[in-house]
């Protein structure tokens, strides 16, 4: 169906412009909105694809909680643009020859792209036609990769009990709230009940 | 010989020394007390190395040609690189050199070593293994092991016990040394990868092809000739010699200089006959140059140390020489002259140390007519000087004598240029001796001066009668001297024949073709 | 040459008949759902003051149209005509894309939500990661309103709202994982059937529990109300907002609310199912009782704002944090311990 | 069933490490003080650390393709592991108290220990890329934290920064080399990329033109990222900068535990695609590979070289010497054929038994109280004249320095001695010369510290610490260090024996 062809050229489009603008954009805000943007592009190939689970994973992922940190981040932080400019200026040409040097050789690559003959012999996911796509990734993750997967829970521990160790402080001396004693309190410990005599104080 | 055999005498004469460093790092070391202990320990230890030596000497067997005390192991796996000792007449005597001149060198420092004497000793005795070993190995790995292993204790004796600029020297010494080395251990990879062994005896009967000799003698001269020091390379020696302590400048005057002659004539001629043929003439000629160079830069010396030091570059002119004309007189030469400055050299610089002790100059100007008051010294000094001259009836009469002999048959020229050296030589150490011994007696403070105490006496008379005994008996170490230096000329002369054409052809010196 | 243009011709061909038929039944369909949608929502804001009215014994609204029905659409027409105020420093193209923005996702949620036996715009296989997906962008249209309003209430609101969703949908997942764990699908049609021998609120009810004081979290409703709290922030994010972009928050969030409240009826209450499969219930169509489900939900939501008292923030995060999220992820190894127990005994 | 039992049986020393993670981490919670957990756990260290080990050394010595092929466990990844477990007892038992010094020590600190670890033992045992990715990854991290452990110092979050995101950037780089290689072969499984560009060269003569090429790029990138974790020279950046600003202990891990593990994947698989044995790379575009990476490790030589010269502080100079020591083992490696590799892997040795001695003294010294600076030994300098007041512990450091000069007759000769006469063999005799030069200037810098320790006069009169566990890595290191050249042949034997079943033969 020509509807494909054509969502397919305008997703694959827009991420290439989105992931241009994102590298463009004088705002960091506007950059971490064209990246999200870009995302979502990518989830669209994605469902274009076939693969829905991967597509809907990546909006979640990527989109629903990564870059909102990162826009969290860069929305808080006010650049300061003169100083930034100057220092910036000799790092510009940097990443202007990586892009020239990865891209030329993509052209390069793919231009002359073919795959080996034996290696389809060595595909591992079952066919997609007879099970969905959710199925499919499920059992070759719980069973063949099912101790890579354990190793990436591994890694993300590592990542969050480092991330906690190195931002937290010493506890400075602070007013916590125990609701467990707001509850527990008793009248007695709380209220004296005097008995003054007129003209007298206590 | 019979109830030593199988019974690893050069191992355990190498690593005597060694084990004596270990024990003497293990006496702990508090001030003032326990330095006695240590001193005698190291002196009883290098005493016992030279008795071992001495016990090996008297099982030695001039008359055979080959290896003897022979020891062979399995040593690196995978590598057919074995440790193999064993020496003959030409090792042994440098091994006598060396466990001779150790226990005086520790005698020497008695008293001029003032502080970190525990560590000195220890360098000492680990570096008297070192010098040991390379003297003792018949395998090539094994040889430039030890051959640079010399190198630290020395760098750590020039450098904590020397003079005012002795980091530079030690840094000078270390590095010209190291430099050289490298092009000869990437030689001795080479020819492991060529051959498939490092055994100095195997690799003597390999036949090398001759663009393939060229570049290997080239590695292997580039570590020698510094180590000796040859002419262009010498620049090292004169300041290490001058910011050494005494013991050092012994040390490097008297054993480690030899290391270099000592592999010209173990690796470097049985090795590549055609290329040590082929550079003869060049190697001559520098040597001629560093005679009559040297001793003219003596000349003007001011530094007594220094002048010392070039004139040992001129007698080590006189070694490769020697050994450069393929005659048997003078490989005979070379060697007795290796041997005969290992004993006059050292001797010179002890003596020089005894001076410095009491004035504290090493200048020439500061001294004069201390004749007066040390007049036991002045004995010893001048018997020593007579001999670095080359006075007949003393050690470098007969060394020099060979030398030129050997000379002569190959190229009376060179006499000519040889001889200038030693006339020189006559003229800067007569000088010397004027200048330091005789003359009046201008400074006051001379008066104080106390002539030889008698632990330098004893050593003084020591090298004089070392000197004597060459001077008058050489056929004591000639006789030994036969077999090996034989060999070496055999595989010269299995090359001549066809060598003899192209060098006549290409060099203006022309070799006396008589039939070896 | 020819091939291209024969091909092209026969896209064409077919693009015009199967596809064309295609385009005008899917939009006919999105309009039977959003239509009633909107509707719903314009009624649910006046059902809303009429039961918290009636909790206060107070009558409510009842001026415009009789028992005040026409109410809604006063409010709406008002809000058209009032006049839209950019702030002098905001970003103009952010501040009137966020509220579309979060209006755009609030209504594309409903694409895969059953209201009946086969009746949604698209049953896919990942439904409930769609959902899941879409409602976590919905975050967006509030920092960016918040960000681009360049108001310093504003933007703290935005934060306050995006920090609390995310907190929340944590917890939110895990709740729904339990649920696909109990159905073995994704698909939110084979979620409502797997529900027809009990409704899952029975095994699940603390599940349920969480996932409705999530979802209060997630619209942003009281007791969780923190974004807007009139009393600190003003009106949090949408402070600078006025007349038809406010109206599309306003929208938007009480969209949320009936989704919520659709998704609780999907997960918990056996969606469209009648409580029982016998004949006096099954003379009710599918959509009624799928209606009637989600009002109940809804009468909670209103319910709950017009009883508690709202929460400080450090106490929603800790609930959030340290309460819901462990309880409910021991509840889901619990019921994937269950599950597998089960299938492995045969009887599931 | 069977198998699953045999492959967790395969994998008990992972297993213990992650459930030992677990138990640390969740003892920290129920312990009181901060400190006084520390103090346990530190104890206990140890005690995990052997046990560890004693299980590493239970496994079979028959090569066992474990799940699913994503691992192996042969007689080269027990090495390898004991190796690592070693280096990190080692570490670990003089580091205890200078950690203390430097004010790092928790909890986490064990966790993050073993956490390494535990991705080290993965990517060791890795048989296919993603394997090897994932546990690189946990390591990673594991390092990121340990680097950036001293929170309150300037160059510390400095160095943390630069290695976080140049690792992260080799990640990078990682993945998408890995992704081209899939695209290209259709399988991440060591054996299957061999044997598939095997197979794929013996058709390309039937008209296949580019069929290695995204293959061939694919495997540029990754090795790329490699030589980015050994600091091998365009990719070198990071190592002076990282190791000045952390604790010392952290970069004796982090100098030496990788680069082993790294270096031990690079080894396994260059055997697989680049040795001699390989026919398939010299008709290919894989052949520019092996001169390629030759390059690199030469100018990481010259670089490393000559980058030390001028370095004042301990921890840049160390950097730049690991720079350089490293070129000379991917040099071995480079070479492709059985010699070559075997000197790598005797010069890696070699490195470590030096380097091991070396940390430990340093992380014994330290500046008095009531000096102008605390802790550590920072400045070379500051060494001037360690004879006069501690003999003992200036005579290992110059044995030690001595012999990464490459001085007979210690062990810095003969990992040397192995490598240049592999480059002979090979025939590359100008890099052998070029690589004998270079090492004679590298011994200037270490004889200046020689000159340092001996020939001057004392600045500061530091202290030495020296708690009982100091000397066990100590007296190892110098031991190895001198009598390498009287004994040497279990571990030469051993090494040989590796590299013939890692090359097939």
């Known amino acids: 169906m020509v509807i494909f062809g054509m969502m397919f050229y305008l997703f694959a489009g827009l991420t290439l412009l989105s992931a241009f603008l994102t590298l463009i954009a004088r705002a960091p805000v506007h950059s971490a909105l064209w990246l999200i943007f870009m995302f979502l592009n990518g989830a669209g190939l994605f469902v274009l694809l076939g693969s829905e689970l991967l597509a809907m994973i990546f909006v979640i992922v990527y989109v629903g909680a990564v870059a909102v940190l990162f826009l969290f981040v860069v929305m808080m932080i006010k650049p300061q643009r003169e100083v930034l400019k100057k220092e910036i200026k000799w790092y510009k040409r940097i990443p202007v020859l990586i892009g020239i040097f990865f891209g030329s050789e993509m052209v390069f690559i793919l231009g002359g792209w073919s795959f080996v003959p034996v290696a389809s012999t060595l595909d591992q996911l079952p066919s997609r036609v007879q099970i969905s796509n959710t199925t499919a990734i499920g059992n070759i993750l719980y069973t063949h990769y099912a101790v890579l997967f354990e190793i990436a829970g591994f890694i993300l521990l590592g990542a969050m009990v480092g991330a906690i160790v190195l931002t937290k402080r010493a506890p400075k001396e602070r007013y916590r709230q125990k609701m467990s004693d707001q509850v527990l309190e008793k009248k007695k410990n709380r209220i004296k009940i005097c008995h003054v005599d007129i003209r007298k104080g206590v | 010989m019979d109830i030593f055999d199988g019974f690893p005498l050069l191992s355990l004469l190498i690593f005597l020394p060694f084990f004596g460093a270990v024990f003497v790092f293990l006496i702990p070391q508090t001030p003032g007390k326990t330095e006695k202990n240590i001193k005698n320990t190291a002196l009883f230890i290098a005493g016992c190395t030279f008795m071992f030596s001495l016990l090996i000497w008297g099982q030695f067997d001039p008359s055979l040609g080959s290896y003897q005390f022979v020891e062979n192991k399995e040593w690196l796996p995978g590598l057919n690189i074995r440790y193999s000792l064993g020496i003959d007449g030409i090792s042994l005597f440098f091994v006598l050199l060396t466990t001779s001149l150790i226990p005086l060198c520790i005698l020497g420092s008695w008293e001029s070593i003032k502080h970190q004497q525990k560590e000195f000793l220890i360098f000492l005795l680990v570096l008297e293994t070192f010098i040991l070993g390379a003297f003792c190995v018949l395998d090539l790995l094994l040889f430039y092991i030890f051959f640079e292993g010399t190198l630290i204790p020395m760098f750590l004796i020039i450098g904590i016990w020397g003079g005012e600029r002795r980091i530079y020297a030690a840094f000078k010494f270390f590095f010209y040394t190291l430099t050289g080395s490298i092009f000869m251990f990437i030689a001795i990879l080479f020819l492991y990868f060529k051959t498939g062994t490092t055994s100095i005896p195997d690799l003597a009967l390999y036949p090398f092809e001759s663009s393939l000799q060229v570049w290997l003698w080239l590695a292997f001269f580039a570590s020698f000739a510094i180590k000796l020091p040859m002419f262009p390379f010498h620049t090292w020696l004169p300041e290490a010699h001058v910011e050494a302590p005494t013991v050092g400048s012994m040390i490097l005057a008297g054993i480690l200089l030899k290391m270099g002659g000592y592999g010209f004539l173990r690796i470097s001629l049985p090795f590549f006959p055609e290329a040590s043929y082929r550079f003869a003439p060049y190697v001559c000629g520098l040597s001629i140059i560093g005679i009559v160079y040297a001793s003219l830069v003596a000349l003007v010396q001011r530094d007594i140390k220094k002048l010392i030091a070039y004139s040992s570059i001129a007698h080590m002119g006189f070694v490769t020489l020697g050994i450069f004309t393929f005659q048997r007189e003078g490989l005979n030469g070379s060697i007795l002259q290796m041997l005969s400055h290992g004993v006059l050299s050292s001797g010179l610089f002890l003596c020089v140390g005894i001076l410095y002790e009491r004035v504290h100059s090493r200048d020439i100007e500061a001294y004069g007519g201390i004749v007066s008051f040390m007049p036991l010294f002045s004995v010893f000094f001048m018997s020593l000087i007579l001999g670095a001259i080359g006075l007949p009836g003393t050690a470098g009469f007969v060394g020099e004598f060979l030398v030129i002999l050997g000379t002569f048959q190959v190229s009376p020229l060179m006499v000519v240029g040889a001889g200038f050296g030693i006339i020189l030589s006559a003229v800067y150490m007569l000088g010397l001796y004027r200048k330091v011994v005789f003359g009046p007696v201008e400074k006051i403070r001379f008066q104080k001066l106390k002539d030889l105490s008698m632990r330098e006496g004893s050593l003084l008379f020591f090298f004089v009668g070392c000197m004597f005994w060459m001077g008058l008996y050489p056929n004591s170490f000639i006789g030994a001297l036969h077999q090996p230096i034989s060999k070496i000329l055999e595989y010269y002369g299995r090359q001549q024949d066809a060598l003899v054409p192209i060098f006549k052809m290409k060099n203006s010196i022309v070799f006396n073709e008589r039939e070896l | 040459m020819k091939n291209f243009f024969s091909f092209f011709y026969q896209e064409i061909q077919s693009f015009c008949g199967r596809d064309l038929l295609f385009f005008g039944e899917m939009i006919f369909k999105i309009l039977m759902v959003i239509l009633p949608l909107l509707l719903g929502v314009a009624f649910l804001t006046l059902f809303e003051r009429k039961v918290i009215a009636a909790i206060q014994l107070r009558r409510g609204p009842n001026v415009v149209g009789p028992f005040g029905i026409l109410q809604p659409f006063a409010d709406g027409l008002k809000l058209l005509h009032k006049e839209i105020i950019i702030p002098h420093r905001a970003n103009k193209f952010l501040f009137l894309l966020a509220p579309i923005f979060t209006f755009t996702l609030a209504l594309s949620v409903w694409a895969v939500i059953p209201f009946g036996f086969k009746q949604s715009i698209s049953n896919i296989n990942v439904g409930v990661l769609y959902v899941f997906a879409v409602s976590s962008l919905s975050v967006y249209g509030l920092i960016i309103a918040g960000w681009a309003s360049q108001s310093r209430y504003a933007f703290l609101g935005a934060l306050r709202s995006a920090a609390q969703m995310i907190s929340y949908e944590v917890s939110l997942g895990f709740v729904i994982v339990t649920v696909v764990l109990c159905a073995g699908s994704m698909n939110l049609q084979e979620i409502v059937l797997a529900q027809q021998k009990f409704w899952f609120v029975v095994p699940l009810f603390p599940m349920f529990f969480i996932f409705m004081v999530s979802a209060f979290a997630e619209t942003n409703r009281a007791p969780f109300d923190l974004p807007e709290a009139e009393t600190e922030l003003v009106s949090g994010y949408n ?110 | 069933m069977g198998t699953i039992l045999r492959d967790l049986l395969c994998f008990i020393p992972e297993l213990t490490l992650g459930g030992l993670i677990l138990i640390f981490l969740g003892g920290a919670v129920f312990l009181k003080k901060e400190t006084q957990g520390s103090v346990l756990f530190g104890k206990v260290m140890f005690g995990v650390l052997g046990m560890v080990g004693i299980l590493v050394l239970l496994q079979n010595l028959e090569p066992l393709y474990i799940f699913n092929r994503l691992f192996i466990s042969d007689t080269y990844t027990i090495f390898v592991k004991v190796l690592v477990l070693s280096i990190t007892i080692c570490i670990y038992s003089f580091s205890f108290s200078s950690l203390k010094s430097e004010k790092v020590i928790g909890v986490e600190l064990y966790v993050f220990i073993l956490m390494a670890l535990l991705g080290m033992f993965m990517v060791i045992g890795s048989n296919d890329f993603l394997s090897f990715y994932l546990g690189m990854e946990l390591q990673n991290i594991a390092f990121y934290v340990l680097v950036s452990f001293k929170k309150d110092s300037l160059k510390n979050n400095e160095a943390a920064i630069k290695y976080f995101i140049l690792g992260v950037v080799a990640s990078g780089i990682f993945l998408f080399g890995a992704s081209l290689l899939y695209g290209a072969v259709g399988s991440l499984n060591f054996q299957d990329i061999g044997n598939v560009l095997g197979a794929s060269t013996l058709e390309s003569s039937s008209g296949i033109p580019y069929a290695l090429f995204g293959a061939g790029v694919g495997l540029l990138f990754i090795m790329v990222s490699f030589l980015f974790k050994v600091s091998i020279v365009p990719f070198h950046m990071w190592a002076p900068d990282v190791y000045e600003g952390s604790p010392l202990p952290i970069v004796a891990f982090l100098a030496f535990a990788p680069k082993v593990v790294i270096l031990s994947v690079i080894l396994r698989l260059w055997a697989l695609l680049f040795s001699e044995t390989t026919v398939f790379v010299a008709s290919s575009v894989l052949k520019v590979f092996p001169p390629m990476i030759m390059g690199a490790s030469l100018l990481s030589i010259i670089v490393g070289t000559f980058g030390a010269f001028g370095q004042s502080n301990i921890k840049r100079f160390l950097a730049y010497t690991g720079i350089s020591h490293m070129g000379f083992v991917v040099l071995g490696i480079s070479l492709g054929n059985y010699s070559g590799m075997h000197a790598a892997l005797v010069y890696l040795l070699s490195y470590i038994i030096m380097g091991i001695g070396f940390f430990a003294s340093l992380g014994a010294l330290r500046y008095p109280p009531g000096f102008s600076r605390i802790g550590i030994v920072k400045d070379l300098s500051d060494l001037k004249g360690l004879s006069k007041t501690h003999p003992g512990m200036s005579f290992s450091l110059a044995i030690l320095m001595i012999s990464f000069a490459g001085l007979p007759p210690l062990i810095g000769f003969f990992s040397k001695l192995y490598l240049l006469l592999s480059l002979i063999e090979t025939g590359f005799v100008g890099i052998a010369i070029l690589g004998g030069l270079s090492s004679v200037v590298a011994a200037v810098y270490y004889l200046r510290i020689v000159k340092d320790l001996y020939f001057e006069d004392a600045e500061v009169s530091l202290e030495v610490v020296t708690p009982l566990s100091f000397f066990i890595p100590l007296f190892l290191s110098l031991g190895g260090t001198v009598f390498f050249c009287i004994y040497a042949e279990p571990v030469l034997l051993y090494v040989s024996i590796l590299m013939k079943m890692l090359l097939g033969r």
Do not use: H
């Open chain 3, 239 to 348: 402070v600078e907002y006025s007349s038809m972009p406010f109206a599309l928050f306003f929208l938007g969030e009480y969209a949320n609310m009936i989704l919520m409240s659709v998704l609780g009826t999907i997960f918990f209450l056996g969606g469209w199912l009648p409580p029982f499969e016998c004949r006096p219930f099954t003379w009710l169509p599918d959509g009624a009782w799928f209606g009637m489900k989600v009002l109940i939900l809804l009468f909670v939501f209103v319910w709950v704002r017009a009883t508690f008292p709202r929460y400080r923030y450090d106490q929603l995060m800790r609930l959030g944090w340290k309460f819901f999220l462990p309880f409910s992820l021991i509840w889901v190894v619990l019921t994937a311990a269950f599950v597998v127990f089960l299938k492995e005994s045969g009887s599931l």
